[in-house]
């Protein structure tokens, strides 16, 4: 194996194509997935984002988030991986929920656990900002989901943390190109698919 392959490269020859990650957003038009942390989208999205975001985590494999947005939602039925500096190796604190540590524990480890337990096909990235950035800096996302609500935060919590701007800037400035776009209502709530342009942009420099 090419030992300079990225890490999805890697896991893709490991496993072909067995795992998919897709980073399922909701953004303001001005590119903030909240104003701060415990704004959640259940408040400021539109009625058709939540709809879709609900089904979309019901056909998910397993989603992928941070510590606070599992906490902020708790659901013991749903199969999460929480990232989170206090899990201690493979941390199972319910039979569907694994927590971890990112910094020591690889992505190849964290799939290999949960699917002893369902399998990790479809797996989705929830978020907030800095679980974006790790899945990113790894170029492990094969497709961007991304709800743009017609509203304008001024300041917040971004997308990622080293790029600003309007959520489709964003996304061409990380290396992905809009493959679809469409309206999800008439009050200008847009629903916008992203693939790899083919050259996604890792920033070798940046600690996570
Ligand atoms: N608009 C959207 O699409 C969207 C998506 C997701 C979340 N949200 C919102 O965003 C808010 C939550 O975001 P948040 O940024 O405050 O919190 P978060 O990302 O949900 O959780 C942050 C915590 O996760 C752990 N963590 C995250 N990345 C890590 C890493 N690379 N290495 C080690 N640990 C890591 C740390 O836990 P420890 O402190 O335990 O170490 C960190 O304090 C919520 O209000 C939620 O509703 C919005």
Known sequence: MNPAASVSERLHTMNPRTTRF???????????IGRRSGHNPSSWASPEEQHHFLASVD???WSFM????????PREDRRRVIFSTS??????CSPTRLRVDPRSTGIEAMIEAIGTRHPA????VLGGTRVHDWFLARALIDRV????????????????????????????RLGFRRTD???????G??????????????????SY
Request: proline content about 6%.
């Open 22 to 32: 897709e980073l399922l957003v909701v953004a303001s038009a001005d590119g903030f």
């Open 59 to 61: 056909r998910a494999d």
């Open 66 to 73: 941070g510590r606070r947005t599992d906490e902020e939602a």
């Open 87 to 92: 899990a201690s190796g493979l941390d199972w």
């Open 121 to 124: 096909r479809n797996c989705l």
């Open 145 to 172: 989901v991304l709800t743009i609500e017609p509203v304008r935060f001024g300041s917040g919590m971004p997308i990622v943390s080293n790029i600003g701007g309007e959520p489709d800037a964003v996304m061409r």
């Open 181 to 187: 776009s469409r309206k999800l209502n008439a009050g």
């Open 189 to 206: 709530t847009r629903l916008e698919t992203f693939e790899p342009a083919g050259s996604q942009r890792i920033d070798p420099d940046r």
